[in-house]
């Protein structure tokens, strides 16, 4: 069985709390710092869920990294205490909408969809803590001066000269290698054709059209021009310099198509998967968190290009059913990060699971381009604060506390959907548009000795006992 632990306050609320990692971890942080008695399973066994709900439970808590143990855990709940007040995460819409379904009273989130708005206002503007879309346009958080204010903002505008100059710069400069080999064979036979139709007109005074036809059948080769075989030399010279050109062309247009057609593309050279050379925002992380963001900021219509490393991850191919361009690479490499035109991006934005990488990134990125914005996902901070003390490393989130503060005020009964991070104080977002700072924030001394308060563990890893701040 594991190990639980209790928190005593002289509040009435108890909360179940199950799920191991840093979000059920920093869950239990917010709960203890709003005075609430906490019972944490790690890695709970049927019975252990049982013997904690036959003491008074008032609501649920059920996080985990994967849909499938989140997904049992809280039929488990149900059935042991149906009608319960049940809070989970879960990343995939389909077994959210059939949990819904199922499930009486039950509020299911994740924490890509909770903090993928924090992550996305900064790639917008400095001053901007959350933004979403809506029907009338895009609403954010603005911070003016000691004020929190929602605000509209203006859709970033693409004119439709922008989008064609955006097109034709990614088929000039396509970003594979098969792309390279593609284009330059196209654009190849195409500037020979040209100039063999060209010359036509001029020397032998024919239509366009004529000229234009006999070029491509000559280098093609479907058939000679015996006007070319009754001129002077330096014409069938002309043309047979011309013809072997574009067989040489032809054969690379033919290499690259059929390394596209075998291949897997990520990237196109035309379309929605083309590599946005302007403008655009570079994720790196193609987890829940970055795969989030990225559709999040299609969604407020900019562009957007994904790193990821892992050629096999799931989130891969889900981006490209999603129409989102991919590079597989390290993105700490600034010879990856050189081809991705970042002195003409919006921003980086940094959203890996792991700090030191995200840090790694954000420091290569700046020392190629020190005027680019850059945003960080992090935990509770402690490497960041010693990496900020020698660089500047840009807008940093912390996730962690962000998404573990809404699932504690969704377990205490706020109809909050919305969070973000302000100078040390989470704040919620109700359906109706308030802004509201969570009560344990505005109400303990020191908000960052909550954020360091130590939570003792096992061996295993396994929490084991921790103290609230009533």
């Known amino acids: 069985m594991d190990n639980r632990s209790s928190v005593n306050s002289s509040a009435s609320r108890r909360v179940l709390l199950l799920g191991p990692g840093e979000l059920p971890d920093a869950t239990q942080r917010a709960l203890q710092a709003a005075a609430v008695w906490v019972t944490r399973l790690v890695h709970p066994s049927d019975a252990d869920i049982r013997e904690a709900l036959s003491e008074q439970v008032d609501s649920v808590i059920v996080c985990s990294r994967d849909d499938a143990v989140a997904l049992r855990l809280a039929l488990v709940v149900e059935h042991i205490r149906p009608g319960v ?186 379309g929605p998967r083309a590599v946005p050379r302007k403008g655009h925002v570079v994720v790196v992380g193609l987890g829940q968190v970055g795969l989030r963001l990225c559709r999040l900021l299609r969604e407020l219509g900019i562009p957007v290009l994904a790193i990821e490393n892992d050629p096999d991850r799931y989130n891969v191919a889900r981006a490209k059913n999603y129409g989102l361009p991919v590079v597989i690479g390290q993105a700490s490499s600034h010879f990856l990060l050189q081809r991705l035109s970042l002195h003409r991006a919006r921003a980086l934005a940094a959203v890996t699971s792991h700090e030191i990488k995200n840090i790694s990134v954000a420091v290569t990125a700046l020392g190629m381009h020190d005027n680019l914005r850059t945003i960080l996902r992090a935990g509770r901070g402690d490497v960041v604060n010693e990496t900020r003390s020698l660089f500047r490393i840009g807008v940093v989130r912390d996730v962690y506390r962000i998404g573990g503060t809404l699932l504690a005020a969704a377990a205490l009964g706020s109809d909050a959907t919305e969070a973000f991070l302000h100078e040390q104080t989470v704040y919620l977002i109700t359906p109706d548009g308030r802004i509201e700072p969570f009560w344990a924030d505005m109400h303990t001394p020191s908000t960052h000795g909550l954020r360091d308060q130590p939570i003792s563990r096992d061996k295993a890893g396994e929490v084991m006992s921790s103290r609230g701040q009533p």
């Open 85 to 270: 007040p049940l809070v989970v995460t879960v990343h995939s819409r389909i077994i959210t909408s059939q949990l819904e379904r199922a499930v009486s009273n039950i509020r299911v989130t994740s924490m890509a969809e909770i903090v993928a708005p924090t992550l996305a206002a900064p790639c917008l503007d400095d001053r901007l803590l959350w933004v979403r879309p809506t029907p009338e346009g895009l609403s954010g958080v603005r911070a003016d001066h000691a004020r929190l204010r929602l605000v509209e903002i203006k859709t970033p505008d693409r004119h439709r000269g922008q989008q064609l100059l955006a097109s034709l710069g990614s088929l000039v400069r396509p970003f594979e290698p098969s792309a390279r080999i593609l284009t330059a064979g196209l654009f190849g036979f195409l500037l020979i054709l040209v100039l063999d139709t060209v010359a036509t007109i001029l020397f032998f005074g024919r239509s366009p059209l004529d000229s234009f036809y006999t070029a491509t059948k000559t280098i093609v080769t479907v058939g000679p021009d015996q006007t070319v075989d009754r001129g002077p030399g330096w014409i069938k010279a002309f043309s047979a310099v011309s013809m072997l050109i574009a067989i040489a062309f032809t054969a690379l247009f033919t290499a690259g198509v059929v390394e596209r057609l075998l291949d897997r593309r990520l990237t196109t050279v035309v």
